[in-house]
């Protein structure tokens, strides 16, 4: 099974920071790499898929990229409505696995 | 309105039985795969079962393997999830969720999601 390890599981940033989450990946998943977002209460929400390429309707200001391995989710300018627990998801090959998870607060 | 309704979910013994449902509207439904994801109580998300769209693929996690069976009835639109002999670590809120694009077995990311099913699994 591929283990899909992120980091860090939280962090603090101010409202218009860059924030940056990384995810990796035990083996090479090509770019089948899905992220979500999840919000206190919520559903997950789909954010990018094949690593890169942004859902329908989700803001500008999220960003993914990387091959292989070693994958990046980036949320270019922190909003309050961003605080949320990010996930990243593995769909090379099943088992379809989760990264554990990074909490993003505001400072 | 494209949505998926989970229901079923509920308070059993260690050892017994549930069968989830889920019902989908909006879309069409024996045009996408769909899976069900669940998520215990504070913790991660981790991935269950898949049914692919033309019916003739699941898959299982290792962890609900020969104890929980995922089918579907095209007629009604619903998905199940049928769960035996569960355990404690069972307990969770268990999503179905349905891949972005249709009629794939090869991309499983997911656009839609149910509100979710709470199992709780106690004496």
């Known amino acids: 099974d591929i283990q899909m390890t992120q980091s860090p599981s939280s962090l603090s940033a101010s409202v218009g920071d860059r924030v940056t989450i990384t995810c990796r990946a035990s083996?090479?998943?090509?770019?089948?790499l899905a992220w979500y977002q999840q919000k206190p209460g919520e559903v997950p929400k789909l954010l990018i898929y094949?690593?890169?390429t942004l859902q329908s309707g989700v803001p500008s200001r999220f960003s993914g990229s990387g091959s292989g391995t070693d994958f990046t989710l980036t949320v270019s300018s922190l909003q309050p409505e961003d605080v949320a627990t990010y996930y990243c998801q593995n769909y090379n090959s099943v088992p379809l696995t989760f990264g554990g998870g990074t909490r993003v607060e505001i400072k | 309105q494209v949505q998926l309704v989970e229901s079923g979910g509920g308070v059993v013994q260690p050892g017994g039985s549930l069968r989830l449902s889920c019902v989908a509207s909006?879309?069409?439904?024996?045009?996408?795969?769909l899976h069900w994801v669940r998520q215990a109580p504070g913790k991660g998300l981790e991935w269950v079962a898949t049914l692919w769209y033309d019916g003739s693929q699941t898959y299982y996690a290792d962890s609900v393997k020969d104890r929980f069976t995922i089918s579907r009835d095209i007629s009604e639109k619903t998905l199940f999830l049928q769960m035996n002999n569960l355990r404690a670590d069972d307990a969770a809120v268990y999503y179905c969720a349905r891949d972005l694009v249709a009629m794939t077995v090869v991309t499983h990311f997911f656009d839609l999601w149910g509100q979710g099913t709470l199992v709780t699994v106690s004496s």
């Open positions: 909006g879309f069409t439904f024996r045009s996408y795969t």
């Open positions: 083996q090479g998943i090509r770019n089948f």
């Open positions: 094949a690593a890169s």
